[in-house]
């Protein structure tokens, strides 16, 4: 499954995350990608931030403001945080290295064991797999996103999971039974949801 195909600079900040949070809803939970999810969702400690930075400097800028919040927010108000970045580091490669560069600069503030950061992206791409292959849908997002998660609630998550190999192994199973036009179909229903909802 390939990006959205979305014309993001038409998008309201109100859109991409209506997008998003139907993406998580239809994908993520529907699928059941991630058992964690679920939870989370229900109880709306979810926050969808969206992100104007243009360059990787602002978004470094916005991830800090981000990270703080997480610091200061309690667990049960936001347990996790997407930091949506349309406009920012939309090719893949520009951005996994910006990963690299975040989850550093996460240590270096000392905050590791404390938040951790996931990455989506429309065009994700897992080391050693074809761009093309279907599996790589798992991570595949409408926008690229860094997903902030508190350690110790992943900890009792994980805890929770007798065999967190066999989600993994599952997901791919499921992308590749899905396949392509079965993915295409799953995007065309949460962009239908998300445009429901606006007009709603």
């Known amino acids: ?18 997008l998003t949070r139907h993406w998580v809803e239809h994908a993520v939970i529907g699928l059941n990608l ?26 470094l800028q916005d991830l800090s403001s981000a990270l703080q919040s997480m610091i200061e927010t309690p667990a049960d108000t936001v347990d996790t945080l997407l930091l949506i970045h349309p406009w920012a580091l939309t090719d893949f490669l520009d951005f996994n290295d910006f990963v690299s560069v975040a989850e550093e600069w996460l240590d270096q503030a000392g905050l590791s064991g404390v938040l951790q950061i996931a990455s989506f992206h429309p065009d994700y791409q897992f080391a050693g797999v074809a761009a093309d292959d279907v599996t790589n849908a798992t991570n595949r ?26 989600i993994v192994e599952r997901n791919l199973a499921l992308m590749r039974k899905l396949g392509e036009s079965g993915l295409k179909d799953l995007q065309q229903r949460i962009i239908e949801a998300a445009r429901a909802e606006r007009a709603g």
């Open 141 to 166: 997002s409408p926008f690229p996103m860094l997903h902030l998660l508190r350690e110790d609630s992943l900890d009792r998550a994980i805890a929770s999971v007798p065999d967190t190999d066999e």
């Open 1 to 18: 499954m390939s990006g959205f195909s979305l014309d993001t600079d038409s998008l309201a900040d109100e859109d991409i995350a209506s």
């Open 34 to 59: 991630c058992p964690f999810a679920n939870s989370v969702f229900r109880r709306n400690q979810i926050e969808y931030r969206v992100s104007h930075a243009r360059e990787p400097e602002a978004l």
